[in-house]
């Protein structure tokens, strides 16, 4: 029996062993395609080639296959995945398909991470490119805000989704624009990249209105983007 015994135990370690090893195996090749993916991105964004681009999607989506609970893989799966949208295939009265393939990746990510404010402002940007200012898209800026409610992006990720659907912006929506306005506007220069963020969705003349008055945006009103593009 003793010896029945041992042989049951070595067996098992046995098994234990190649599962350890067959998952760090794993690791090491889901890890490699990451890392294929995130260096074709290493270069200026207009220079990256539809190819490359298909190559690091396919890179990537052998990453998330050989690691599933990786948040970071389905944030960057996201992330080329937008990357991928041209003037050509996107239509705002049919929203393109990627935006679920998107929307599905950043779930993925959250639901592995959900402390990551960015990622829920992504998703409430993608979201609302399909839907408008919804509520779903209110919940999602609120766990944005709930995971980091002095972070510059989740301040500009709201102004963004504001200034796109300014025409049809409910009264929730607009308040807290003005509350996500002031909070940015404390971040100095940083603040400066919700005029880009204006200027690309032809809404200058909306954000340059809303910093006309109030001592909170006496800063914002002495730069030099507020003196380019508003005056």
């Known amino acids: 029996m003793s010896d029945l015994k041992k042989l049951t135990q070595i067996t098992l370690l046995v098994i234990v062993t190649l599962l350890i090893t067959f998952e760090s195996i794993q690791s090491m090749r889901a890890n490699a395609w990451y890392f294929n993916a995130l260096n074709t991105l290493k270069q200026p964004r207009d220079l990256i080639t539809p190819q490359e681009l ?3 999607n396919d890179a990537i989506t052998l990453a998330t296959q050989l690691e599933p609970l990786q948040a970071h893989y389905w944030q960057l799966s996201a992330y080329i995945k937008m990357l991928s949208l041209t003037d050509k295939n996107v239509n705002i009265g049919n929203p393109p398909k990627i935006y679920d393939q998107v929307e599905l990746a950043l779930l993925n990510s959250l639901k592995y991470r959900t402390s990551w ?12 490119y399909k839907e408008g200012p919804s509520d779903r898209v ?7 805000k709930k995971a980091g409610p002095y972070k510059i992006d989740v301040h500009l990720g709201v102004i963004e989704i504001a200034l796109a659907n300014w025409q049809q912006l409910p009264p929730k929506y607009k308040a807290l624009y003005v509350n996500e306005l002031m909070l940015a ?9 919700a005029f880009d963020i204006a200027k690309q969705r032809d809404a200058l003349p909306i954000l340059c209105l809303s910093l006309q008055f109030g001592a909170q945006f006496e800063s914002a009103r002495n730069s030099w ?6 005056k």
């Open 138 to 144: 209110f919940g999602y800026i609120q766990q944005a």
């Open 185 to 193: 506007a404390k971040h100095g220069y940083k603040f400066s990249s």
């Open 117 to 128: 404010a960015e990622t829920w402002m992504e998703l409430a940007k993608v979201t609302s």
């Open 225 to 230: 983007m507020f003196k380019k593009h508003c």
């Open 54 to 56: 298909n190559l690091a």
